[in-house]
């Protein structure tokens, strides 16, 4: 098992005594966006803890979108390795932000936490940060990314979007959604 899949030891994603979950999602069947809504304002941070796969056949970037903005405000920097190569890269101007790698078919399940910071300030510019990685037995990937949402308005919903929106979230993926005080 890789070390960031030992993070989530079982199918259920605990939140720890310092976040309260404010909703899970396991999908039981095969679904192609997953929407968090009418996200409470009253907490500092937002956590996503997602175990998740496409049916694309091959690894796949999870993206984000918030409060169902589609204009181009959004960017990212990454950073990535696979024991043999890294890499670097950036993109801005984008209708969502690209996430961490996820599987792309029902055995393999990427991991990722994303943290969402200061999401119900009105005052600057939100900040994600984003750990993740996937194991294809023997091979695979860690990533480490930071995003950038170009908006003041508290986050209130969150949309999780496969690779290119024509793929699906397959069974058994499990998002979790938890905000901490």
């Given at each position: 098992m890789s070390p960031i899949l030992g993070i989530i030891a079982s199918?259920?994603?605990?939140?720890?005594?310092?976040?309260?979950?404010?909703?899970?999602?396991?999908?039981?069947?095969?679904?192609?966006?997953?929407?968090?809504?009418?996200?409470?304002?009253?907490?500092?941070?937002?956590?996503l803890r997602c175990f998740a796969s496409t049916n694309r056949g091959t690894t796949a970037n999870m993206q984000v979108r918030f409060n169902s903005d589609s204009g181009s405000n959004y960017s990212r920097h990454y950073l990535y390795g696979d024991g043999a190569s890294a890499g670097a890269g950036a993109s801005a101007s984008q209708t969502l932000i690209s996430l961490d790698r996820i599987g792309g078919t029902s055995t393999t399940f990427g991991a990722l936490i994303v943290d969402v910071l200061d999401y119900a300030?009105?005052?600057?510019?939100?900040?994600?940060?984003?750990?993740?990685?996937?194991?294809?037995?023997?091979?695979?990937?860690?990533?480490?990314?930071?995003?950038?949402?170009?908006?003041?308005?508290?986050?209130?919903?969150?949309?999780?979007?496969?690779?290119?929106?024509?793929?699906?979230?397959?069974?058994?993926?499990?998002?979790?959604?938890?905000?901490?005080?």
């Open positions: 199918s259920k994603l605990v939140v720890s005594n310092s976040y309260a979950s404010i909703a899970t999602t396991t999908l039981s069947s095969n679904t192609g966006t997953i929407t968090f809504s009418s996200i409470p304002g009253t907490y500092t941070h937002l956590q300030n009105t005052n600057k510019y939100k900040t994600v940060r984003n750990l993740g990685g996937i194991d294809l037995n023997g091979s695979g990937e860690i990533d480490l990314q930071s995003g950038l949402w170009m908006n003041t308005a508290a986050i209130t919903s969150i949309t999780l979007i496969t690779v290119d929106g024509t793929m699906n979230f397959l069974t058994n993926s499990d998002i979790c959604a938890a905000v901490n005080s």
